[in-house]
């Protein structure tokens, strides 16, 4: 898998294989890219959580567009490994952290700092979506006027509308048998 844009741009991620385990495809992470870039989303700067990380292809993405700091959190000890190879191979260790923990462990504190992006990509059939949302917004992890994405089953019965009363619905689209949602937090 190769980073689509940015100073890292062209440059190879390790991914591990096995069941659960579908990266972001290039079509979809331009998508999702072009969604934020849209809504005037400049990375320069900007605070990155990304939840479930698997290949970490979108904080990847995003340190190679400009972010400022990126935090993986992965709870599988083979993922977390292949995760920090990257970071060490792309030289962004002072950028990127890697958490190896339970995402709903890893959100029962409260930010320090919220985040201006926050990608959740929760593993497909385990129904981790509303429960990683209430976490979210409970904890303060979303910046004012920031962005959540969500990718999910394609076939999932999730209202994404009524998701939390902070979070506008922007975007609720499907890209073959992946669902992307993207909410902007509102500051009323």
């Known amino acids: 898998m190769r980073i689509i844009a940015g ?3 062209g440059r190879n991620l390790k991914t591990v294989e096995g069941p659960g385990y579908r990266p972001a495809t290039a079509k979809v992470r331009e998508a999702i890219f072009s969604m934020l870039s849209s809504r005037g989303v400049v990375w320069s700067g900007l605070r990155v959580l ?3 990380a698997g290949s ?3 904080s990847f993405e995003a340190l190679s567009r400009g972010a400022q700091e990126v935090c993986l959190v992965e709870r599988e000890p083979k993922v977390v490994q292949c995760l920090n ?7 962004v260790s002072d950028r990127c952290r890697v958490a190896e923990s339970d995402v709903l462990r890893f959100l029962r504190g409260r930010a320090y700092q919220p985040y ?4 959740a990509d929760p593993p497909y059939g385990e129904n981790r979506l509303v429960p990683t949302l209430k976490a979210i917004m409970k904890g303060g992890w979303l910046a004012p006027d920031g962005y959540l994405l969500a990718e999910i089953e394609g076939l999932l019965r999730f209202d994404a509308a009524a998701a939390h009363e902070e979070l506008e619905l922007e975007i609720d689209r499907n890209y073959g048998q ?3 949602i993207l909410w902007h937090k509102t500051n009323e």
Request: proline fraction near 0%; glycine fraction near 8%.
């Open 7 to 9: 100073a890292l741009g």
């Open 50 to 52: 990304d939840l479930f």
């Open 56 to 58: 970490g292809s979108l």
């Open 85 to 91: 190879q990257n970071v060490e191979a792309l030289d």
């Open 116 to 119: 201006d992006v926050i990608f």
């Open 178 to 180: 992946t669902r992307i």
